[in-house]
Every structure is written in C-alpha cells, then in structure tokens.
C-alpha cells in the first residue's frame, strides 16, 4: 500500500512563499511520476506541475516562472516550491504518484491560502 503525505500548507501574504511536501512510502517512489494538483472551492482539480522520474518538468502556464517542482528520490519526496503567491492560487493542493496503466496514488491534500 502506498501512502502519500502533504505538508507545508498554510496561510500567506500575496506576494509570499511557500514549499510544499510529499512524502511517499513505499518501492514505487522514484519510477513514479510525481505530481502537485489543486482544486479550488468550486472548480475542477488541475495540474499545476509534474515530475517524470527522470527529472523532467512540466507547468501549468499560470504558474510557470513562479513555481519549481522537484524531487528527492532518496527521501520519497516531491517538492513545490511557490513563490509570488497571487490570491487565486488559493486552492487545497493535492500530491500524486502514478505510472501510465500501472498505479496512479494520491495524497489527502494540504490547504494552501493567500491573502490579498
């Protein structure tokens, strides 16, 4: 059973920062590809960044250049860090570890706030 684990959620100023956490237990961690979603009240969840399990990267365009996904295959962990946080960012922020017709495992889900 794989289990993964948010943290560093919180509430922050606009223009603010925070790093995310997920922890992963498990054998599957670093043949996964990672993933940050997030959903706000109202909408449908959406990508925000992957992280295939050899390093690279993707981004939803409204956070490019302000968010950096990143791994620690040693640890079990997957990183976001968010930087110049904007109000709309305000969602619950959801990990995922999934390979293609394989496994696709998600996290409980850590809320992330941004004042304006």
């Known amino acids: 059973q794989v289990q993964l684990v948010e943290s560093g959620g919180g509430l922050v100023q606009a223009g603010g920062s925070l790093r995310l956490s997920c922890a992963g237990s498990?054998?599957?961690?670093?043949?996964?590809?990672m993933g940050w979603y997030r959903q706000a009240p109202g909408k449908q969840r959406e990508l925000v960044a992957t992280i295939t399990s050899s390093g690279s990267t993707n981004y939803v365009d409204s956070v490019k250049g302000r968010f950096t996904i990143s791994r620690d295959n040693a640890k079990n962990t997957v990183y976001l860090q968010m930087n110049s946080l904007k109000p709309e960012d305000t969602a619950v922020y959801y990990c995922r570890a999934d390979r293609f017709l394989r496994w696709d495992y998600w996290g409980q889900g850590t809320q992330v706030t941004v004042a304006s």
């Open positions: 498990g054998s599957i961690f670093s043949l996964s590809t």
